[in-house]
């Protein structure tokens, strides 16, 4: 494990909590601007394309290309992260982090340009396909540095541990978990109703400057 039980840098728990934000961010453009599909949280895929079968009103193709992507992008940044720490060392975090940025910034980039284009198919399909592969690598990342408890792209564990008897640090941070995920989602809905890359750009910037400032981690 990179870091020891309780030994996380608090600067990364703060880095993680707020690249729980982006995915709200990055959600609330899939979900209302993509036409229901998720590019991070992979559990409503897989229901969206079960649904699909049988249900004229849901589009699968969305969900089952988001699913693909995101399965190539954490395949891609386990191997990246191979490189990058023999690369890099400790600063492999860095690189790691910034680089899902820059996808998110792709993306935006790509929303853009297509414009009104944005929502039917198949240019659709590059945002989401590019948002994805962002977030594979993100649960990549998040699983190397062993931050199983802040995992940036789901909820319904920190949710649930509310709940239980916990430290007051531990409620702490699952509180944080669920309020940057609400937080984000609200900040991702106002902005899209300006323009879709707008939360887009806000995203990747966060997501950038997350992983300039994040600290060393262990290979």
Do not use: Y
């Amino acid at each position: 494990m990179p870091f020891a039980k309780g030994s996380r840098p608090e600067r990364l728990t703060v880095i993680l909590v707020l690249l729980t934000g982006v995915t709200g961010v990055v959600e609330a453009v899939s979900f209302l601007g993509l036409g229901r599909v998720f590019t991070a949280v992979m559990t409503g895929n897989v229901l969206f394309a079960g649904f699909g079968v049988f249900n004229d009103a849901i589009r699968p193709a969305g969900p089952v290309i988001a699913l693909a992507a995101f399965a190539a992008g954490a395949i891609a940044g386990h191997w990246a992260h191979g490189v990058l720490v023999r690369w890099r060392g400790p600063r492999w975090l860095t690189f790691a982090i910034a680089s899902e940025g820059v996808l998110i910034l792709v993306a935006a980039l790509l929303a853009l340009l297509l414009g009104d284009r944005l929502q039917h198919d198949p240019h659709r399909f590059a945002v989401i396909v590019t948002l994805a592969l962002a977030m594979g690598s993100r649960n990549a990342t998040v699983l190397r540095v062993a931050a199983h408890d802040l995992p940036t792209t789901v909820v319904t564990r920190a949710l649930a541990g509310l709940f239980m008897l916990s430290s007051l640090a531990t409620a702490e941070r699952r509180f944080a978990t669920v309020a940057a995920t609400f937080a984000g989602a609200a900040l991702g809905a106002l902005l899209l109703g300006v323009h879709p890359a707008l939360p887009l750009l806000a995203a990747a910037a966060i997501e950038i400057v997350a992983g300039v400032v994040c600290p060393p981690a262990a290979r």
